[in-house]
């Protein structure tokens, strides 16, 4: 297997609503070949795709019940520290429940979390130990 990572698959209650969070509210560009059915939003890189809860649970031939922590985040990482806080507030007034606020770290860096409409939890962190490229790829120093 290569060692790459092509697309994150979250399922949603509402995928109107969630396309608004993720377009809108997070300014994340929606990709040409989303419908009304699944949406795709090109991330330098990786891919997002939103799809129906119950659709992507069945696709996964796993029941669509369940709660509590999934064992997965997403990670958004930035380039300076004081950007933690400028995106939580972005993801905040885009619908988005802060989890924890922006913070230090015990790894050195700088974090919080936000939850987004369907629970997914995205910790937006700025790493000194990361390097992100002037295209926006991340990667460890």
Not at 17 to 34: D, H, I, M, Q
Request: no cysteine; glycine share 10%; hydrophobic share 45%.
């Amino acid at each position: 297997m290569e060692p790459r990572l092509s697309m994150i698959g979250l399922g949603v209650h509402d995928l109107p609503r969630a396309v608004t969070f993720y377009k809108e509210g997070l300014g994340f560009p929606l990709a040409n070949a989303s419908n009304e059915n699944i949406a795709f939003f090109n991330l330098n890189g990786i891919a997002l795709s939103l799809y129906p809860w119950d659709k992507l649970a069945e696709d996964a031939t796993v029941s669509p019940e369940g709660t509590g922590f999934r064992g997965v985040t997403i990670a958004h990482n930035v380039r300076k520290k004081e950007e933690v806080a400028e995106v939580l507030a972005k993801a905040e007034a885009a619908g988005a429940t802060i989890v924890k606020p922006a913070q230090d770290v015990f790894w050195g860096g700088h974090s919080g979390y936000f939850a987004d409409l369907d629970g997914h939890l995205w910790e937006v962190a700025w790493n000194p130990k990361a390097i992100i490229d002037e295209a926006g790829g991340f990667l460890f120093d």
